[in-house]
């Protein structure tokens, strides 16, 4: 993606293993490599750093970011890992000017982009539901981009509240407790409810199903939509659409960062717009912390990644 970029200097790359550092150098060959992030970060000062690490480090390696007057940082999912970490995170961004983009790069597929259009925009009436299971996967290394999908297909509408479940034994992954089976139910401000489900093999995979008062529209392969209404079935192909590629939705996140360094217009995956989606995958497990409903915007301060509170007890 930087490689790409044509108008980035690919200064340093950190990792703490010598091994996957060495095999970046060798694909990529940026021109320092550090197994240190803050010496690389004091001894370069980069404009842009992509973190790449685990939930957990996500904080301290943004905070050393901000120390060290780096512009904008393009930080996976999920965010960070705790509440108490989403308001630090947040608090130091409207401090120090840092900008802080999320990869949540799904929002760039034309598929995505076309579903929005069409649910949103009501081709299947008003929308009432969005579903997936993650097909095993967990709520937040992979659900992350389906909690944001969802409000993307709601138009960016703000969530109010989430009731989640887990069944947490000895599962880790990440660096931190992963679930063995969990489902989060919630409601956008608009009226749609979305239910996610994780950690069972699914029959329909990864595919999302948006149902609306007039109609349904499934995203299958996250390339192709099939729209039922009362028109009959429309199909849509985006295999072959340019933009569908693994690298155009990393090179189109990177253009949104350097015109929000050059214009000041936050994109639709800066944190301001993305932070509701966070508030939401956090919500979920902390519903099931606590055994009750979770309203939003979350008021909570726990400071450690939830599910390993659920992991304790059930004595993992
Ligand atoms: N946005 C996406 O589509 C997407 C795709 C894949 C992975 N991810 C996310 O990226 C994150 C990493 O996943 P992965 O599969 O690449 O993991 P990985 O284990 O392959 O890579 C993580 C790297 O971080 C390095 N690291 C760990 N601690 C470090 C430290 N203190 N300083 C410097 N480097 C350190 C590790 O040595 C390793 O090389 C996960 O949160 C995952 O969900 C996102």
Not at 38 to 49: D, F, H, I, N, T
Request: glycine content about 10%.
């Amino acid at each position: 993606m930087y490689r790409r970029a044509g108008r980035v200097d690919l200064a340093a790359a950190a990792d703490i293993s010598e091994e996957n550092l060495a095999a970046f150098q060798e694909k990529f060959a940026a021109r320092r490599a550090f197994s240190d992030y803050r010496q690389m970060l004091e001894q370069v000062r980069p404009a842009v750093v992509s973190i790449c690490t685990y939930v957990g480090l996500h904080r301290e390696m943004i905070e050393a970011c901000a120390s060290a007057g780096v512009k904008a940082v393009i930080c996976e999912k999920p965010f960070v890992a705790s509440p108490a970490d989403l308001t630090a995170v947040r608090a130091l961004a409207e401090r120090s000017g840092l900008r802080i983009a999320l990869c949540h790069i799904r929002r760039y597929l034309p598929a995505m982009q076309r579903a929005v259009e069409l649910f949103h925009g009501g081709a299947v009436g008003r929308p009432t539901l969005c579903f997936a299971s993650l097909d095993g996967w967990d709520l937040s290394e992979m659900g992350s981009h389906w909690f944001d999908l969802f409000r993307f297909f709601n138009g960016d509408a703000a969530p109010l509240w989430v009731m989640g479940q887990a069944r947490v034994t000895n599962q880790r992954g990440f660096g931190h407790a992963m679930e063995d089976h969990a489902v989060a139910v919630f409601e956008f401000a608009n009226g749609c409810r979305g239910v996610l489900e994780a950690g069972r093999p699914h029959p329909g995979g990864f595919n999302i199903l948006l149902a609306g008062s007039d109609g349904t529209i499934r995203i299958l392969e996250e390339n192709t939509l099939s729209v039922d209404s009362c028109d009959g079935r429309r199909v849509e192909l985006f295999a072959d659409h340019p933009g569908s590629g693994w690298e155009a939705m990393w090179d189109h996140l990177l253009q949104d960062v350097l015109s929000w360094l050059d214009t000041g217009r936050e994109p639709m995956t800066g944190l301001g717009n993305i932070s509701p989606s966070v508030e939401l995958n956090l919500g979920a497990y902390i519903s099931a912390v606590r055994g009750d409903r979770v309203d939003l915007p979350l008021q909570d301060d726990t400071s450690e990644w939830p599910v390993e509170i659920l992991a304790r007890r059930a004595g993992g």
